[in-house]
C-alpha cells in the first residue's frame, strides 16, 4: 500500500508543471502622468513655488513606488508666489522653467476647472489674463491642454482629480454664481474621459472624486470652527 501512495504521488507531482501558473502582475507608476487642479498641482498658500510642486502628492507617490516624476518647477517667488501677493504680481521669469528639458508628469494647473483640462492653453487665454497664461504656459506649454499633453505622454498609469473647482470658484466669487449642475458636470466628465481614451490605451486610470463642499474649510463657518476648538 505504501509503495502504491508513494507510486501515486510521484506520477501527480510528474504531471505537473508550472506553465499554467501565472504570479499576478505588479503595478507600477512606471509612465505616470497626473491630471487636475490646484489638489494635484501642489498649489499652497494660494501660490505655486517650486517647494509646493515637489511636495505635490504625484510627485510623493511616485517617489515612494519608486518611479520618480518631474513637475514643471518655477522660478521663485512662484507662479503665482504664495500670498499675501497674486496673479497680479507673476512675472515673466516666476513663471519660467527650472528646468527646461524635463519630462514632466504632473500636468495639474491650479484653477482648472473640469472643462478646462480638454480646452484651455495658455494661447487661448484671453490677452486680459496675462498671468493665467503664464501659469498655463509654465505648466503645459503655450499650445498643450492637460489631455493633449497625456495622450502625448503615453502614460502607463494616470490619476484624475477635477471637479473642485466647478464648485469652489462659484461659492467664492462676489457675488456667489451657481455652481455647475450635476447633470451639466456628468456630461462635462463622460466628454473629458472619452477625449482622454487615447492616453488610457494599456494604462491603469485613478478617478478621484471631489469631496462634498459642505466639507471644505475655505466655506466654513467661524462657528463651527470654534466648535472645533
Known amino acids: 500500500m505504501k509503495r502504491a501512495v508513494l507510486l ?6 510528474a504531471s505537473c508543471n508550472n506553465q499554467g501558473v501565472k504570479a499576478p502582475a505588479t503595478p507600477t507608476l512606471e509612465g505616470y502622468v497626473a491630471l487636475g487642479d490646484s489638489l494635484t498641482a501642489g498649489f499652497q498658500s494660494n501660490g505655486l513655488t517650486a517647494d509646493g510642486q515637489r511636495n505635490s502628492f504625484p510627485v510623493l507617490l ?15 517667488p512662484g507662479c503665482p508666489p504664495p500670498l499675501p501677493k497674486t496673479l497680479l504680481d507673476v512675472t515673466a521669469d516666476s513663471c519660467t522653467r527650472l528646468e527646461p528639458d524635463a ?4 500636468l495639474g494647473v491650479p484653477g482648472a476647472r473640469l472643462e478646462d483640462l480638454n480646452t484651455r492653453t495658455s494661447a487661448n487665454l484671453s490677452s486680459n489674463n496675462p498671468g493665467e497664461a503664464a501659469l498655463y504656459n509654465l505648466i503645459l506649454g503655450p499650445t498643450e491642454t492637460q489631455v493633449s499633453a497625456a495622450i502625448k505622454a503615453k502614460p502607463q498609469f494616470i490619476t484624475l482629480w477635477t471637479g473642485g473647482n466647478n464648485w469652489l470658484l462659484p461659492l467664492l466669487s462676489l457675488p456667489p454664481t451657481p455652481i455647475t449642475s450635476a447633470e451639466i458636470f456628468e ?3 463622460a466628454a473629458l474621459l472619452e477625449a482622454l481614451k487615447p492616453a488610457t490605451d494599456g494604462a491603469k486610470v485613478v478617478l478621484i472624486t471631489v469631496p462634498g463642499p459642505e466639507q471644505a474649510p475655505v466655506i466654513t463657518s467661524s462657528a463651527t470652527l470654534l466648535a472645533f476648538g
Open 8 to 13: 501515486s504521488l510521484t506520477i501527480f507531482l
Open 62 to 76: 511616485s517617489k515612494l513606488a519608486g518611479y520618480p516624476i518631474n513637475a514643471p518647477l518655477g522660478k521663485n
Open 103 to 106: 519630462r514632466i508628469g504632473n
Open 187 to 189: 456630461t462635462q466628465y
